[in-house]
Antibody
């Protein structure tokens, strides 16, 4: 079955760290760029970070640059998001999302169910 | 950064009626525009890409049109399962690929 399954969310204090994971199955993971997209409670979608299929290129929204690090392990079919120096405004459901094609089109045909990150003291 | 503006914020429609949703870009994005549907508690689902191409498995009642800065998503005859929030996303100027704020389609 083609799917993405996120994990690693939870409650963390401001300034803390968290690492999210996204396990992929049912497709050739290394062929596709992947992204993290987040959604604050009751709000819209915000792209956070992206990584090329090989992992050689990474991209970040200005709001997380310098604090978050995206990576992937193609041998484990897993995408990661290391989140440091977390702020209250990072509170959101974090989705991993797959590019529709292998040409890095940067829109997404497969999404996980999301994992909730809550930053609060 | 390209700003995507969707209208209206909420659209009240009766089942079986036609729904027309708009998305405007602050600068041209050519045809590099996608539409997503999101139901409560669920992940977004890709409906349309390339402004007018339906994604795999999407019913023909969903259609997209437009290019440049003005885009439209039309649902020809609303079914009960179509009541949801719809987002547009431009991917012409990546970094970032920006989303609109969403249009909620609710039952009238």
């Amino acid at each position: 079955e083609v799917q993405l399954v996120e994990s690693g969310g939870g409650l963390v204090q401001p300034g803390g760290s968290l690492r999210l994971s996204c396990a992929a199955s049912g497709f050739t993971f290394s062929s596709y760029a992947m992204s993290w997209v987040r959604q604050a409670p009751g709000k819209g979608l915000e792209w956070v970070s992206a990584i090329s299929g090989s992992g050689g290129s990474t991209y970040y929204a200005d709001s997380v640059k310098g604090r978050f690090t995206i990576s992937r392990d193609n041998s484990k079919n897993t995408l990661y998001l290391q989140m440091n120096s977390l702020r209250a405004e990072d509170t959101a459901v974090y989705y991993c999302a797959k590019d529709r094609t292998a040409v890095s089109d940067w829109y997404f045909d497969l999404w996980g169910r999301g994992t909730l990150v809550t930053v609060s003291s | 950064e390209i700003v995507m503006t969707q209208s209206p914020a909420t659209l009240s429609v009766s089942p079986g009626e036609r729904a027309t949703l708009s998305c405007r870009a602050s600068q041209s994005v050519s045809s590099n525009l996608a539409w997503y549907q999101q139901k409560p508690g669920q992940a977004p689902r890709l409906l349309i890409y390339g402004a007018s191409t339906r994604a795999t498995g999407i019913p023909a009642r969903f259609s997209g049109s437009g290019s440049g800065t003005e885009f439209t998503l039309t649902i020809s005859s609303l079914q009960s399962e179509d009541f949801a929030v719809y987002y547009c996303q431009q991917y012409n100027n990546w970094l970032p690929g920006t989303f609109g704020q969403g249009t909620k389609v609710e039952i009238k």
